[in-house]
């Protein structure tokens, strides 16, 4: 990997809506928009049915490590296929997948079957499908805007994955209370069809692997992660996305318990928390892409992950439904700079030919949050989930300070 280069400064207004109507990109963005909206529906359905099949948060953060486990299993792996195999076919596949996945879930719960352990078995395969998906999709994002708009493109996928956080979880809560969990699984397959039928025919305009890679798969993976940790920006990047996927982003998969245990609420207010989270994350991603002139990347993802887990022990000592929607709109902001520079930083210093790989490196990094998941679960089970969210912050900020305060004191990179 090379150096990061600061890209140039495209993420005015203008470069916003000029980059939309670009054919390819605005396909490729709502095919996205609808297969995040599909996971968050999916996300918020698996933690309110856990909690509500077994009365254990324990067991919610068992069946989160099962969804999310193939993100960090496979994640190296999936990067090699982004590499080598054909984009545009492989997100093909990733939605097909979601939709045939989503309608099994619906009829296993409109059969009567949905107990625990079948609907976990079934979540595992949303697990493989968002493991394939994120490297392919953010290289062949990289393949239709080039190196000079990825700043921009990256906050534009951003700004997709929280407007479909916003939506997905109202949606799932309202219809959890309302018409049950079958119906809801039908919109989540409805939502990866649409995402398909918007994707059909832009596969031939995304392109295929760089060149041919004839190096065996456990050599590019070692020479993936060599070059990943000579560069020190990139090496800070994985460091701190680990630490934030297993000390902070688990408090998400605490929430439902978090809403009726702590604040006496049903899914609709869960579905509300949930987007309260996506609206402050939306709220920044907008912001980032639409600011005008130079975007110091490394400075805005070292600020953001060292203010969320300050605002994730004030949402801790919360007892009012409105006011922790407020802090959670806040915690929002932080989650996405740290989520559109983390993958800026990774694509600007990674060769052309090992994006794949590169952004592979970063999925498996990401996917080390089921071992944190686990881990809230105990420590909830044990000290209740307010203080284990509270002491995983603590934690996660005395970690993270060392890799993040160099990034914060770097100038205009």
Same mark, same amino acid.
């Given at each position: 990997?090379?150096?990061?280069?600061?890209?140039?400064?495209?993420?005015?207004?203008?470069?916003?809506?000029?980059?939309?109507?670009?054919?390819?990109?605005?396909?490729?963005?709502?095919?996205?928009?609808?297969?995040?909206?599909?996971?968050?529906?999916?996300?918020?359905?698996?933690?309110?049915?856990?909690?509500?099949?077994?009365?254990?948060?324990?067991?919610?953060?068992?069946?989160?490590?099962?969804?999310?486990?193939?993100?960090?299993?496979?994640?190296?792996?999936?990067?090699?296929?982004?590499?080598?195999?054909?984009?545009?076919?492989?997100?093909?596949?990733?939605?097909?997948?979601?939709?045939?996945?989503?309608?099994?879930?619906?009829?296993?719960?409109?059969?009567?079957?949905?107990?625990?352990?079948?609907?976990?078995?079934?979540?595992?395969?949303?697990?493989?499908?968002?493991?394939?998906?994120?490297?392919?999709?953010?290289?062949?994002?990289?393949?239709?805007?080039?190196?000079?708009?990825?700043?921009?493109?990256?906050?534009?996928?951003?700004?997709?994955?929280?407007?479909?956080?916003?939506?997905?979880?109202?949606?799932?809560?309202?219809?959890?209370?309302?018409?049950?969990?079958?119906?809801?699984?039908?919109?989540?397959?409805? !939502?990866? =069809? #649409?995402?398909? %039928? *918007?994707?059909?025919? $832009?596969?031939?305009?995304?392109? @295929?692997?760089?060149? /041919?890679?004839?190096?065996?798969?456990?050599?590019?993976?070692?020479?993936?992660?060599?070059?990943?940790?000579?560069?020190?920006?990139?090496?800070?990047?994985?460091?701190?996305?680990?630490?934030?996927?297993?000390?902070?982003?688990?408090?998400?998969?605490?929430?439902?318990?978090?809403?009726?245990?702590?604040?006496?609420?049903?899914?609709?207010?869960?579905?509300?928390?949930?987007?309260?989270?996506?609206?402050?994350?939306?709220?920044?991603?907008?912001?980032?892409?639409?600011?005008?002139?130079?975007?110091?990347?490394?400075? !805005?993802? =070292? #600020?953001?992950? %060292? *203010?969320?887990?300050? $605002?994730?022990?004030?949402?801790? @000592?919360?007892?009012? /439904?409105?006011?922790?929607?407020?802090?959670?709109?806040?915690?929002?902001?932080?989650?996405?700079?740290?989520?559109?520079?983390?993958?800026?930083?990774?694509?600007?210093?990674?060769?052309?030919?090992?994006?794949?790989?590169?952004?592979?490196?970063?999925?498996?990094?990401?996917?080390?949050?089921?071992?944190?998941?686990?881990?809230?679960?105990?420590?909830?089970?044990?000290?209740?989930?307010?203080?284990?969210?509270?002491?995983?912050?603590?934690?996660?900020?005395?970690?993270?300070?060392?890799?993040?305060?160099?990034?914060?004191?770097?100038?205009?990179?």
């Amino acid at each position: 990997m090379s150096s990061v280069a600061p890209a140039a400064a495209p993420a005015a207004p203008h470069a916003f809506a000029e980059i939309l109507r670009e054919a390819s990109f605005r396909r490729l963005w709502l095919s996205g928009l609808c297969v995040n909206g599909a996971r968050w529906m999916d996300l918020v359905l698996l933690g309110w049915l856990s909690f509500q099949l077994t009365d254990s948060p324990f067991m919610v953060a068992v069946a989160a490590f099962a969804r999310s486990a193939p993100m960090m299993l496979l994640g190296p792996f999936t990067g090699l296929v982004a590499d080598r195999m054909h984009r545009g076919r492989v997100l093909v596949f990733t939605q097909a997948l979601g939709l045939v996945t989503g309608l099994a879930l619906a009829a296993v719960f409109a059969a009567g079957r949905g107990g625990f352990w079948p609907m976990v078995g079934l979540e595992v395969l949303f697990g493989v499908l968002w493991a394939i998906d994120f490297p392919a999709r953010r290289t062949a994002l990289y393949a239709v805007v080039g190196p000079r708009r990825v700043a921009t493109a990256v906050s534009l996928e951003t700004v997709s994955m929280q407007v479909a956080k916003m939506i997905g979880p109202v949606l799932a809560g309202i219809g959890l209370a309302r018409v049950g969990p079958a119906p809801c699984y039908v919109a989540v397959a409805a !939502l990866y =069809a #649409v995402g398909l %039928l *918007v994707f059909i025919g $832009l596969p031939a305009r995304i392109g @295929g692997p760089s060149g /041919r890679d004839t190096a065996s798969v456990v050599s590019s993976l070692g020479a993936g992660f060599s070059d990943a940790w000579r560069e020190p920006t990139v090496r800070a990047v994985l460091i701190i996305t680990v630490l934030m996927n297993v000390l902070f982003f688990p408090y998400q998969h605490m929430l439902p318990v978090f809403a009726r245990e702590v604040l006496r609420v049903g899914p609709e207010w869960l579905g509300a928390l949930v987007a309260a989270d996506g609206l402050g994350a939306l709220l920044g991603a907008l912001a980032i892409a639409s600011r005008r002139g130079f975007i110091p990347h490394r400075r !805005l993802f =070292a #600020v953001a992950v %060292l *203010v969320a887990p300050f $605002l994730l022990l004030a949402f801790t @000592g919360l007892r009012s /439904r409105w006011a922790c929607l407020a802090v959670l709109v806040l915690i929002g902001a932080a989650e996405s700079g740290f989520a559109a520079m983390q993958s800026t930083l990774v694509l600007l210093a990674a060769p052309a030919d090992n994006r794949g790989r590169a952004m592979g490196i970063l999925s498996a990094c990401i996917g080390t949050q089921p071992a944190g998941t686990l881990w809230i679960g105990f420590l909830a089970t044990g000290i209740g989930v307010p203080a284990a969210m509270a002491l995983n912050g603590v934690v996660a900020l005395l970690a993270m300070l060392p890799a993040a305060w160099p990034l914060a004191r770097r100038g205009r990179v």
